[in-house]
Each structure stands twice: as C-alpha cells, then as structure tokens.
C-alpha cells in the first residue's frame, strides 16, 4: 500500500478525526502524517489492517442499502454512492437530492455512524449491536444492524437529561421523517 492509497482507504472509511484514525490502527499521529506523505513506508500488518476496515466498511454499507432499497421506492427515488467517500444521496426521480447519509467514520466506541438531515434536524445511523451493549464486550458484524439514534430530552427539576434511544431502522420510520407517501 503506498501514501495515496492510504489516503484513500482513510476517506473511503469516512475516519477523518485523526485520534480515531490512530487509535484505530493503533498508530501514533506522527506516524500517520509520514504514512499520508509518503516519508514511512506502510508495513504489509498495518496495510491489512486497513484492508480489514474497508471490506467491514463495505459489508456495512451493503447492509445499508440493502434496508434503503426496501425503503426509498426505487421507481420515486435514486440511490447514489459515492465511491471514494461512501456518502449516500438519495434523490428524486427528477434528481432533486432528498437527503444525504454522510459517512462519518466511526465514534469513540468504534461504531461506525451515518448522519443525515431533514428539515434542518441532524439525525444519525449508527451500526449497533442488536441487543444493546454490554460492557466490554466487542460485537461481531453478524451482531450488529444499522439504528437510527434517537434522542428524547426530559427536563428535570435540576436540568435537562437526555436519553438515547435506538430503533430499527424502517419503513414507518423514514416515512415519518421524510413523507414518502
């Protein structure tokens, strides 16, 4: 792997917060500025480490359109993927973009996240395990599905709380979101 296919493998998995990238691949971040130049040569384990985290990446996002497709009628509605950042835009039939799923990389828990608008609302996908967390545990990709992460503010006598909530994603969802008709 040399630095442009580095780079590349960086954008493609949407990691573009530096701490996570390194703490991902377990690098230092003076480590990454040489790999990204082109001054340090990329170890065969460090390549296959990346190579590990684009094929997860695509057999997540595969799992993501697949739930799309069943979503967004494809006779109203276009899917696009874009190839070097993996965003996703969905468009009307007439091409009008309708949203865009931006590939955000992964969180500090190592899950990877989606974000996406409606109305001026930001809201985020992320990949999940399907029974909840327990801690410590690390989840397989089987273990895991695409959740929309909702979250509901409860004011409090001393402040506000706010709770997340996860819900599959689905039909009756999105189309509460976007009026799909």
Same mark, same amino acid.
């Given at each position: 792997?040399?630095?442009?296919? $580095?780079?590349?493998?960086?954008?493609?998995?949407?990691?573009?917060?530096?701490?996570?990238?390194?703490?991902?691949?377990?690098?230092?971040?003076?480590?990454?500025?040489?790999?990204?130049?082109?001054?340090?040569?990329?170890?065969?384990?460090?390549?296959?480490?990346?190579?590990?985290?684009?094929?997860?990446?695509? $057999?997540?996002?595969?799992?993501?359109?697949?739930?799309?497709?069943?979503?967004?009628?494809?006779?109203?509605?276009?899917?696009?993927?874009?190839?070097?950042?993996?965003?996703?835009?969905?468009?009307?039939?007439?091409?009008?973009?309708?949203?865009?799923?931006?590939?955000?990389?992964?969180?500090?828990?190592?899950?990877?996240?989606?974000?996406?608008?409606?109305?001026?609302?930001?809201?985020?996908?992320?990949?999940?395990?399907?029974?909840?967390?327990?801690?410590?545990?690390?989840?397989?990709?089987?273990?895991?599905?695409?959740?929309?992460?909702?979250?509901?503010?409860?004011?409090?006598?001393?402040?506000?709380?706010?709770?997340?909530?996860?819900?599959?994603?689905?039909?009756?969802?999105?189309?509460?979101?976007?009026?799909?008709?």
């Amino acid at each position: 792997m040399n630095n442009d296919q $580095y780079k590349a493998a960086k954008l493609f998995v949407g990691i573009q917060n530096l701490e996570i990238w390194c703490a991902t691949l377990n690098i230092s971040k003076d480590a990454d500025k040489s790999y990204s130049c082109g001054r340090l040569q990329i170890s065969n384990d460090l390549a296959s480490k990346i190579n590990d985290l684009i094929d997860a990446k695509k $057999y997540k996002i595969n799992i993501l359109i697949e739930k799309f497709k069943s979503i967004f009628d494809p006779n109203k509605y276009i899917l696009h993927i874009d190839s070097d950042t993996n965003d996703i835009n969905i468009s009307d039939a007439d091409g009008t973009l309708v949203t865009r799923f931006k590939n955000e990389g992964k969180d500090w828990f190592g899950r990877d996240v989606f974000t996406f608008k409606v109305k001026k609302n930001l809201y985020v996908i992320l990949f999940y395990p399907k029974n909840g967390p327990e801690n410590g545990r690390v989840y397989s990709i089987k273990e895991c599905d695409w959740f929309f992460w909702q979250t509901q503010k409860e004011f409090l006598s001393n402040g506000v709380l706010c709770q997340n909530f996860p819900k599959i994603i689905s039909k009756p969802l999105f189309n509460e979101l976007f009026d799909l008709g």
